[in-house]
T-cell receptor
Framework: QQQVKQSPQSLIVQKGGIPIINCAYE??????FPWYQQFPGKGPALLIA?????SEKKEGRFTISFNKSAKQFSLHIMDSQPGDSATYFC?????????????FGQGTTLQVKP | KAGVTQTPRYLIKTRGQQVTLSCSPI?????VSWYQQTPGQGLQFLFE???????NKGNFPGRFSGRQFSNSRSEMNVSTLELGDSALYLC???????????FGPGTRLTVL
């Protein structure tokens, strides 16, 4: 119940394409869903985050779609660029009693070809 | 504001030794969380400290411990190192009342 399942494990797209990364969870107590981007040798950096009362959120070229009934959420990267090549992690926070604890998906390695 | 800093950035130890890693959170942040990142297990939560108290703990053996100081700086300690402890150890800090966690660059620990 504490798991977050992420797919695909890896993804290759052409420049300008729209990669989509999906995550699913079981625990309905999860109330905060961030996405992180990580480059080799660096720590994860927050991209965008959403709460269950919102179905979609956009920040620049990054969009989260959230389906509360299906317990799924996804990241879309519009007009992808080679500089977006990185590993992406979805995560979930198990609620106010567990602030500061994030459960991460296994990660998706994205390659954007020029 | 300066970001989360972690020291040292790289460490090489041998089995059986112990190690202490340090994390300085963003100024004003009082919550510090620690994560272990490995290729096989991904990012796993170790523990979280808030106001010098451990608030949450992940499923790691007692060899992994931590503490937080009054200035919010945190240390984690791993005793009796095993080969499987080789990993990137990440520290993240957050502001009171906020969910967003900001990660440091990590400490790469290699156990030989």
């Amino acid at each position: 119940q504490q798991q977050v399942k992420q797919s695909p494990q890896s993804l290759i797209v052409q420049k300008g394409g729209i990669p989509i990364i999906n995550c699913a969870y079981e625990n309905t107590a999860f109330d905060y869903f961030p996405w992180y981007q990580q480059f080799p040798g660096k720590g994860p950096a927050l991209l965008i985050a959403i709460r269950p009362d919102v179905s979609e959120k956009k920040e620049g070229r990054f969009t989260i779609s959230f389906n509360k009934s299906a317990k799924q959420f996804s990241l879309h990267i519009m007009d992808s660029q080679p500089g977006d090549s990185a590993t992406y992690f979805c995560a979930a926070s198990p609620g106010s009693s567990n602030t500061g604890k994030l459960i991460f998906g296994q990660g998706t390695t994205l390659q954007v070809k020029p | 504001k300066a970001g989360v800093t972690q020291t040292p950035r790289y460490l090489i130890k041998t089995r059986g030794q112990q190690v202490t890693l340090s994390c300085s959170p963003i100024s004003g942040h009082r919550s510090v969380s620690w994560y272990q990142q490995t290729p096989g297990q991904g990012l796993q939560f170790l523990f979280e400290y808030f106001s010098e108290t451990q608030r949450n703990k992940g499923n790691f053996p007692g060899r992994f411990s931590g503490r937080q100081f009054s200035n919010s700086r945190s240390e984690m300690n791993v005793s009796t190192l095993e080969l499987g402890d080789s990993a990137l150890y990440l520290c993240a800090s957050s502001s009171p009342g906020m969910d967003t966690q900001y990660f440091g660059p990590g400490t790469r620990l290699t156990v030989l």
